[in-house]
Protein backbone atom coordinates (compact mmCIF):
# COMPACT_ATOMS: atom_id res chain seq x y z
CA UNK A 1 0.00 0.00 0.00
CA UNK A 2 2.98 1.98 0.76
CA UNK A 3 4.40 2.30 -2.51
CA UNK A 4 0.53 2.87 -4.04
CA UNK A 5 0.08 5.64 -1.98
CA UNK A 6 3.16 7.21 -2.76
CA UNK A 7 1.88 6.95 -6.61
CA UNK A 8 -1.38 8.60 -6.12
CA UNK A 9 0.69 11.35 -4.30
CA UNK A 10 2.66 12.07 -7.08
CA UNK A 11 -0.98 12.70 -9.08
CA UNK A 12 -0.45 9.62 -10.54
CA UNK A 13 -3.43 7.29 -11.64
CA UNK A 14 -3.81 3.61 -11.26
CA UNK A 15 -4.69 0.87 -13.91
CA UNK A 16 -7.64 -0.99 -14.10
CA UNK A 17 -5.92 -3.98 -12.78
CA UNK A 18 -4.03 -1.68 -9.89
CA UNK A 19 -7.62 -0.68 -8.85
CA UNK A 20 -9.35 -3.97 -8.79
CA UNK A 21 -6.00 -5.74 -6.77
CA UNK A 22 -6.20 -2.55 -4.03
CA UNK A 23 -9.69 -3.14 -3.37
CA UNK A 24 -9.59 -7.21 -3.29
CA UNK A 25 -6.89 -6.60 -0.78
CA UNK A 26 -8.88 -4.23 1.16
CA UNK A 27 -12.01 -6.87 1.13
CA UNK A 28 -9.73 -9.20 2.94
CA UNK A 29 -7.98 -7.14 5.59
CA UNK A 30 -4.50 -6.83 4.18
CA UNK A 31 -4.54 -3.03 4.51
CA UNK A 32 -5.20 -0.90 7.94
CA UNK A 33 -7.41 1.29 8.50
CA UNK A 34 -4.93 4.53 8.34
CA UNK A 35 -3.88 3.40 4.77
CA UNK A 36 -7.76 2.67 3.69
CA UNK A 37 -8.24 6.06 4.45
CA UNK A 38 -5.01 7.31 3.23
CA UNK A 39 -6.31 5.89 0.20
CA UNK A 40 -10.10 7.25 0.47
CA UNK A 41 -8.99 10.95 1.18
CA UNK A 42 -6.77 11.10 -2.02
CA UNK A 43 -9.62 10.72 -4.57
CA UNK A 44 -11.56 13.35 -2.23
CA UNK A 45 -9.30 15.46 -3.96
CA UNK A 46 -8.97 14.59 -7.21
CA UNK A 47 -11.22 13.29 -9.72
CA UNK A 48 -11.28 9.28 -10.13
CA UNK A 49 -10.56 8.02 -13.74
CA UNK A 50 -12.73 5.36 -15.88
CA UNK A 51 -10.53 3.24 -15.52
CA UNK A 52 -10.07 3.34 -11.88
CA UNK A 53 -13.37 3.18 -11.33
CA UNK A 54 -14.02 0.50 -13.78
CA UNK A 55 -11.38 -1.38 -11.39
CA UNK A 56 -12.89 -1.00 -8.62
CA UNK A 57 -16.29 -2.24 -9.75
CA UNK A 58 -14.70 -5.51 -11.38
CA UNK A 59 -12.99 -6.23 -7.88
CA UNK A 60 -16.69 -5.62 -6.40
CA UNK A 61 -18.68 -7.61 -8.65
CA UNK A 62 -16.11 -10.52 -8.90
CA UNK A 63 -16.39 -10.97 -4.82
CA UNK A 64 -20.15 -10.57 -4.18
CA UNK A 65 -22.47 -13.09 -3.06
CA UNK A 66 -23.99 -14.50 -6.13
CA UNK A 67 -27.69 -13.59 -6.75
CA UNK A 68 -29.70 -14.50 -9.85
CA UNK A 69 -32.97 -12.30 -10.85
CA UNK A 70 -32.23 -11.00 -14.65
CA UNK A 71 -35.63 -13.04 -15.58
CA UNK A 72 -37.06 -9.75 -14.07
CA UNK A 73 -35.51 -7.32 -15.87
CA UNK A 74 -35.49 -5.37 -12.68
CA UNK A 75 -34.76 -1.38 -12.40
CA UNK A 76 -32.92 0.33 -9.74
CA UNK A 77 -32.72 3.98 -9.19
CA UNK A 78 -30.20 5.02 -7.10
CA UNK A 79 -27.67 8.51 -5.83
CA UNK A 80 -24.08 8.63 -5.40
CA UNK A 81 -24.67 10.42 -2.14
CA UNK A 82 -22.42 12.85 -1.03
CA UNK A 83 -24.12 15.62 -2.37
CA UNK A 84 -24.14 17.41 1.23
CA UNK A 85 -28.41 18.37 0.96
CA UNK A 86 -29.63 15.97 3.73
CA UNK A 87 -32.52 15.54 1.33
CA UNK A 88 -35.35 13.18 2.39
CA UNK A 89 -35.08 9.57 0.95
CA UNK A 90 -35.81 10.49 -2.79
CA UNK A 91 -34.45 7.17 -4.61
CA UNK A 92 -35.90 4.78 -1.92
CA UNK A 93 -39.59 6.60 -2.03
CA UNK A 94 -39.28 6.38 -5.67
CA UNK A 95 -38.46 3.15 -6.14
CA UNK A 96 -41.57 1.90 -4.68
CA UNK A 97 -43.45 4.71 -6.79
CA UNK A 98 -41.89 2.07 -9.86
CA UNK A 99 -43.29 -0.39 -8.26
CA UNK A 100 -46.75 0.76 -7.72
CA UNK A 101 -46.42 1.53 -11.20
CA UNK A 102 -45.95 -1.99 -12.25
CA UNK A 103 -42.47 -2.36 -12.97
CA UNK A 104 -40.05 -4.79 -11.40
CA UNK A 105 -37.23 -3.17 -8.80
CA UNK A 106 -34.21 -4.21 -7.50
CA UNK A 107 -32.67 -1.85 -5.03
CA UNK A 108 -29.48 -2.04 -3.98
CA UNK A 109 -28.79 0.51 -0.66
CA UNK A 110 -27.06 0.82 2.61
CA UNK A 111 -26.94 2.82 5.93
CA UNK A 112 -26.47 6.47 5.56
CA UNK A 113 -23.02 7.70 5.19
CA UNK A 114 -23.36 11.15 4.77
CA UNK A 115 -26.63 11.60 5.81
CA UNK A 116 -28.76 10.85 8.63
CA UNK A 117 -30.55 8.28 6.40
CA UNK A 118 -29.99 6.09 4.04
CA UNK A 119 -32.32 3.62 2.06
CA UNK A 120 -31.13 0.62 4.87
CA UNK A 121 -32.38 3.06 7.53
CA UNK A 122 -35.44 3.60 6.18
CA UNK A 123 -36.07 -0.19 5.50
CA UNK A 124 -35.02 -1.03 9.28
CA UNK A 125 -36.92 1.85 10.43
CA UNK A 126 -40.06 -0.35 9.25
CA UNK A 127 -38.99 -3.72 10.55
CA UNK A 128 -37.69 -5.42 7.28
CA UNK A 129 -34.86 -7.85 7.70
CA UNK A 130 -32.45 -7.93 5.53
CA UNK A 131 -31.64 -10.96 3.07
CA UNK A 132 -29.19 -12.69 0.73
CA UNK A 133 -31.66 -15.68 -0.08
CA UNK A 134 -32.61 -15.83 -3.60
CA UNK A 135 -36.17 -17.45 -2.89
CA UNK A 136 -37.20 -14.62 -0.65
CA UNK A 137 -35.94 -12.01 -3.22
CA UNK A 138 -37.62 -13.91 -5.89
CA UNK A 139 -40.93 -14.05 -4.10
CA UNK A 140 -40.79 -10.69 -2.60
CA UNK A 141 -40.70 -9.44 -6.42
CA UNK A 142 -43.27 -11.77 -7.60
CA UNK A 143 -45.82 -10.31 -5.10
CA UNK A 144 -44.71 -6.92 -4.78
CA UNK A 145 -42.25 -6.06 -7.98
CA UNK A 146 -39.78 -4.91 -5.78
CA UNK A 147 -36.54 -6.56 -3.48
CA UNK A 148 -33.85 -4.77 -1.36
CA UNK A 149 -30.61 -5.82 -1.16
CA UNK A 150 -28.21 -4.35 1.65
CA UNK A 151 -24.93 -3.82 0.34
CA UNK A 152 -22.77 -5.59 3.30
CA UNK A 153 -24.65 -8.60 2.76
CA UNK A 154 -23.48 -8.95 -0.52
CA UNK A 155 -19.99 -7.21 -1.11
CA UNK A 156 -17.21 -7.91 1.84
CA UNK A 157 -15.37 -4.87 0.71
CA UNK A 158 -18.73 -2.64 1.54
CA UNK A 159 -19.03 -4.76 4.44
CA UNK A 160 -15.03 -3.89 6.03
CA UNK A 161 -15.06 -0.16 5.07
CA UNK A 162 -18.30 0.27 6.54
CA UNK A 163 -16.67 1.59 9.95
CA UNK A 164 -13.67 3.53 8.33
CA UNK A 165 -16.45 5.48 5.65
CA UNK A 166 -18.99 6.20 8.96
CA UNK A 167 -15.85 7.74 11.18
CA UNK A 168 -14.85 10.37 7.79
CA UNK A 169 -18.29 10.87 7.46
CA UNK A 170 -17.41 12.08 4.13
CA UNK A 171 -18.66 11.47 0.62
CA UNK A 172 -15.74 8.87 -0.76
CA UNK A 173 -14.97 6.95 -3.58
CA UNK A 174 -17.58 3.87 -2.41
CA UNK A 175 -20.52 6.11 -2.65
CA UNK A 176 -19.66 5.37 -6.39
CA UNK A 177 -19.02 2.66 -6.59
CA UNK A 178 -22.49 1.51 -5.05
CA UNK A 179 -24.51 2.28 -7.77
CA UNK A 180 -22.15 0.17 -10.17
CA UNK A 181 -22.28 -2.68 -8.16
CA UNK A 182 -26.00 -3.92 -7.48
CA UNK A 183 -24.95 -7.78 -7.83
CA UNK A 184 -28.34 -8.16 -9.51
CA UNK A 185 -26.61 -6.16 -12.49
CA UNK A 186 -29.70 -4.63 -13.39
CA UNK A 187 -31.06 -4.18 -16.53
CA UNK A 188 -31.98 -0.40 -16.40
CA UNK A 189 -30.43 2.11 -13.85
CA UNK A 190 -31.36 5.88 -13.12
CA UNK A 191 -28.05 7.33 -11.51
CA UNK A 192 -27.89 10.45 -9.65
CA UNK A 193 -24.84 12.36 -9.37
CA UNK A 194 -23.59 15.20 -7.23
CA UNK A 195 -21.29 16.97 -10.49
CA UNK A 196 -20.74 17.52 -13.93
CA UNK A 197 -17.69 15.17 -14.10
CA UNK A 198 -19.23 12.19 -12.70
CA UNK A 199 -22.18 12.95 -14.68
CA UNK A 200 -19.48 12.40 -17.47
CA UNK A 201 -17.17 9.59 -16.32
CA UNK A 202 -21.16 7.18 -15.53
CA UNK A 203 -22.21 7.68 -18.55
CA UNK A 204 -19.15 6.48 -20.48
CA UNK A 205 -18.87 3.74 -17.80
CA UNK A 206 -22.37 2.66 -18.54
CA UNK A 207 -21.58 2.53 -21.83
CA UNK A 208 -19.07 0.33 -21.51
CA UNK A 209 -21.33 -2.03 -19.80
CA UNK A 210 -24.03 -2.50 -22.25
CA UNK A 211 -26.62 -1.38 -19.51
CA UNK A 212 -29.60 0.84 -20.36
CA UNK A 213 -29.44 3.68 -18.00
CA UNK A 214 -30.38 7.63 -17.63
CA UNK A 215 -27.81 9.44 -15.43
CA UNK A 216 -29.32 12.68 -13.92
CA UNK A 217 -27.47 15.90 -12.01
CA UNK A 218 -29.81 18.55 -10.80
CA UNK A 219 -27.57 22.00 -11.67
CA UNK A 220 -27.48 23.15 -7.90
CA UNK A 221 -25.45 20.19 -7.06
CA UNK A 222 -28.04 17.38 -6.04
CA UNK A 223 -27.59 14.31 -7.07
CA UNK A 224 -31.29 13.44 -7.90
CA UNK A 225 -33.74 15.61 -9.64
CA UNK A 226 -34.54 17.90 -7.39
CA UNK A 227 -36.80 20.59 -8.98
CA UNK A 228 -34.54 23.31 -7.31
CA UNK A 229 -32.78 23.92 -10.43
CA UNK A 230 -32.47 23.00 -14.38
CA UNK A 231 -31.51 19.08 -14.49
CA UNK A 232 -29.33 17.51 -17.27
CA UNK A 233 -30.45 13.88 -18.24
CA UNK A 234 -28.01 11.80 -20.30
CA UNK A 235 -28.61 8.13 -21.69
CA UNK A 236 -26.79 6.09 -24.25
CA UNK A 237 -28.20 8.22 -27.42
CA UNK A 238 -29.09 11.65 -26.12
CA UNK A 239 -28.68 14.58 -23.78
CA UNK A 240 -30.97 17.03 -22.42
CA UNK A 241 -31.42 19.72 -19.89
CA UNK A 242 -34.82 20.44 -18.56
CA UNK A 243 -36.12 23.25 -16.40
CA UNK A 244 -38.93 22.16 -13.57
CA UNK A 245 -41.43 24.26 -15.45
CA UNK A 246 -41.00 22.94 -18.72
CA UNK A 247 -42.68 19.69 -17.38
CA UNK A 248 -45.31 21.23 -15.57
CA UNK A 249 -43.81 21.74 -11.89
CA UNK A 250 -43.00 24.35 -9.75
CA UNK A 251 -39.38 25.66 -8.46
CA UNK A 252 -38.63 24.68 -4.63
CA UNK A 253 -36.17 25.29 -2.38
CA UNK A 254 -33.57 23.18 -0.33
CA UNK A 255 -35.81 23.28 2.94
CA UNK A 256 -38.58 21.67 0.84
CA UNK A 257 -36.56 18.81 0.83
CA UNK A 258 -35.03 18.69 4.10
CA UNK A 259 -34.92 15.05 5.40
CA UNK A 260 -35.34 16.01 8.74
CA UNK A 261 -32.84 15.41 12.08
CA UNK A 262 -32.84 11.84 12.71
CA UNK A 263 -33.30 8.41 10.69
CA UNK A 264 -37.56 8.15 12.13
CA UNK A 265 -38.00 11.78 11.00
CA UNK A 266 -36.70 10.62 7.41
CA UNK A 267 -38.81 7.40 7.69
CA UNK A 268 -41.79 9.59 8.47
CA UNK A 269 -41.17 11.61 5.40
CA UNK A 270 -41.26 8.56 3.38
CA UNK A 271 -44.35 7.28 5.11
CA UNK A 272 -46.30 10.55 4.27
CA UNK A 273 -45.12 10.19 0.72
CA UNK A 274 -46.68 6.87 0.06
CA UNK A 275 -49.72 8.20 2.24
CA UNK A 276 -50.64 11.12 -0.14
CA UNK A 277 -49.94 13.39 2.64
CA UNK A 278 -46.51 14.99 1.69
CA UNK A 279 -45.70 18.53 0.66
CA UNK A 280 -45.79 19.17 -2.73
CA UNK A 281 -42.33 19.22 -3.39
CA UNK A 282 -41.80 16.41 -1.42
CA UNK A 283 -44.38 14.23 -3.89
CA UNK A 284 -43.26 15.67 -7.12
CA UNK A 285 -39.63 15.61 -6.70
CA UNK A 286 -40.58 11.17 -6.19
CA UNK A 287 -42.92 11.95 -9.22
CA UNK A 288 -40.20 13.24 -11.91
CA UNK A 289 -37.20 11.08 -10.50
CA UNK A 290 -39.70 7.54 -11.03
CA UNK A 291 -41.36 9.41 -14.44
CA UNK A 292 -37.53 9.46 -15.80
CA UNK A 293 -37.10 5.37 -14.62
CA UNK A 294 -39.64 4.56 -16.56
CA UNK A 295 -38.80 6.32 -19.30
CA UNK A 296 -35.38 4.12 -19.36
CA UNK A 297 -37.35 0.91 -19.18
CA UNK A 298 -39.96 2.29 -22.09
CA UNK A 299 -38.29 4.77 -24.20
CA UNK A 300 -41.02 4.86 -26.23
CA UNK A 301 -43.30 6.92 -24.12
CA UNK A 302 -43.20 10.42 -23.36
CA UNK A 303 -41.26 12.08 -20.32
CA UNK A 304 -45.66 13.67 -19.69
CA UNK A 305 -46.96 9.84 -20.13
CA UNK A 306 -44.32 8.62 -17.60
CA UNK A 307 -44.76 11.32 -15.06
CA UNK A 308 -48.90 10.90 -15.42
CA UNK A 309 -48.10 7.17 -14.89
CA UNK A 310 -45.96 7.95 -11.45
CA UNK A 311 -48.65 10.12 -10.21
CA UNK A 312 -51.00 7.56 -10.59
CA UNK A 313 -48.96 5.51 -8.88
CA UNK A 314 -49.00 7.37 -6.22
CA UNK A 315 -52.13 9.44 -5.78
CA UNK A 316 -54.25 5.90 -6.49
CA UNK A 317 -52.58 3.70 -3.66
CA UNK A 318 -50.58 1.54 -5.51
CA UNK A 319 -47.22 2.52 -3.95
CA UNK A 320 -48.66 2.56 -0.99
CA UNK A 321 -50.04 -1.17 -1.28
CA UNK A 322 -46.77 -2.62 -2.91
CA UNK A 323 -44.88 -1.14 0.18
CA UNK A 324 -47.32 -2.71 2.59
CA UNK A 325 -46.98 -6.25 0.72
CA UNK A 326 -42.96 -5.56 0.60
CA UNK A 327 -43.08 -5.14 4.50
CA UNK A 328 -45.17 -7.76 5.43
CA UNK A 329 -43.03 -10.40 2.93
CA UNK A 330 -39.53 -8.91 4.37
CA UNK A 331 -40.43 -8.44 8.39
Known amino acids: MKNILYKLF ?46 FTDALLEMRVQVDLSEYKPMDIVGTGGDGKNTFNISTTSCFALAGAGYNVVKHGNYGATSVSGASNVMEQHGVKFTADTD ?8 CNMAYLHAPLFSPAMKAVAPIRKSLGV ?42 FSVVHSMDGYDEISLTDDFKVVDSSSEKIYTPESLGFKRYTEADLYGGDTPEEAAGIFDNILNNKATEAQK ?22 CIAEARESLESGK ?9 ELNS
Open 10 to 55: EHKYLSREEAKEILQNIATGKYNDAQVASLITVFLMRNISVEEILG
Open 171 to 212: RTFFNMLGPLANPVMPTYQLLGVYNLPLLRLYSYTFQESGSK
Open 136 to 143: KLKRSIDN
Open 284 to 305: NCVIVNTAFAIQVICPEKSIEE
Open 319 to 327: ALAKFKQFV
